[in-house]
């Protein structure tokens, strides 16, 4: 671990500038290109796109973001036991890169290969850079909280810098077009590896080995495992692609979210019922039941930025200024935005109602985050109303619902995180994580879901669309609010340690 520099990174250790730009310039290669896909497939042919349904656009674009976060837990145990954070960011950027580069030749068959081959690269990268980050500090360092603000820094940097180059690459489609946009992605992920590797050393070891290395023959049967994943993997691309098997993309993508779902209930009533906790430990896996249903629920809402917020920025909003017409994908970089902006703000605001003793439950604060989120629908119904009515609305509705949304993920995101970190039994904390993720990749395919439900013929659909999200996300918080006075006390209990520790003896010494 680094704990001391004769150089620093803002005070911090120098490592962190090594994964800072590696995780800017990766954000920059994922937001551009993800602001990109549902224009890209609606476009029609004569645009240069696919000419997709917009439920078929919506709900490819929930089975990518939804499938991104669900492979970060095999990509998590695959630096754990087999690679190493160091090698697992560095192969996952290559293989960003080179899904990258398949998108941007302009083929329809190599579009769907490549955003297969940006998941998987992406699930090996994003959660072990941060994971490496947390590495760069002892336990005793004071440095850590304000380490990872600074890396959040990097990664809303990136952001922005997505929007920007590939939104403007993407609008001139006279001098340059899609494939130009998806090309940049793959150019910012490239210069991300290059000062990745020319920085590598500023780790000092950090993540160079696996946390946790399995045996040689264990190493052998895992290559083994993977190897035949990924040969299954493209047989199944190879044959939907050739149009021997039918895919519906709506179809797969609300099987998977019922599996998701499934897996999510199953592996939370196993730790909850078969994992010798204690009494006080139950009742905080309660409380954060609470947090992870808000969680999912609100990135059900809040991912509509990328699908049916999108095509309402490009097809009915005025976006001219004077002779300028806004690009479409700058709208999304509003969010990275007020991130920037509100973040001290909400980082002061927790800290000074902690010392007036006013201190809302996890809980709470999730419910307020999930219904402040929702009310961003109601100003989207009030605008959609004027676009079904045959005008085009001023851009200031979608500035507005983007600043609602920004506050509301700030209640709700890094407090969850939090809530996983602090009420998950110990012995069970790594799991929790990996089970809490899959809230994101629910909500993701979710919101793709709901966003098909939007007919672009049919604009007089979208005001109940929008009111439909405002009135079930504000119902929910509402449910969340009221039984989280009763959670916020079991969010208080303590940890029971020395029972904890007499129950895991007596499981071992049962084993």
Known sequence: MTTQNTKTFFGQPEGLKTLFFTEMWERMSYYGMRMLLVLFMTATLQENGL???????AAIYGLYTGSVYFMGLPGGWISDRLLGGQKAVWYGGLIIMCGHIILAIPNDKTFFIGLIVVILGTGLLKPNIGAMVGQLYSDEDKRRDSGYAIYYMGINLGSVLGYTICGYLMEDQDNFGWHWAFGAAAI???VGLLQYRKTLGKLQGVGAQPAAPLSAKGKQMSWTAIGAMLIILATITALALNGALIIDPVSVAEYVAI?????????YAAIYMFGNLTPNEMKRLGALLLVCIASACFWSGFEQAGSSMNLFARDYTDRLVGSFEI????FQSLN??????LSPFFAALWINLGKRFVSPGYGIKCAIGLMVMASGFIVMFFAAQYAASGLKVAPYWLVATYFLHTVGELCL???ALSAISKLSPR??????MGVFVLTYSIGNIISGLLAGNFDPNRVDQLPNLYIQISLFSIGIGIVILLLSFKSRIWENLSNDTEEVAAVDKAAATTA
């Open 51 to 57: 000419g997709l349904t917009v439920a078929s656009a």
């Open 188 to 190: 910012g992920m490239a």
């Open 259 to 267: 599996s998701f779902t499934v897996m999510f209930v199953l592996y």
């Open 327 to 330: 690009p479409t994908g700058w």
């Open 336 to 341: 990275a935005m007020f991130i920037v902006l």
């Open 413 to 415: 995101s890094p407090v």
């Open 427 to 432: 012995r069970f904390a790594g799991q929790m």
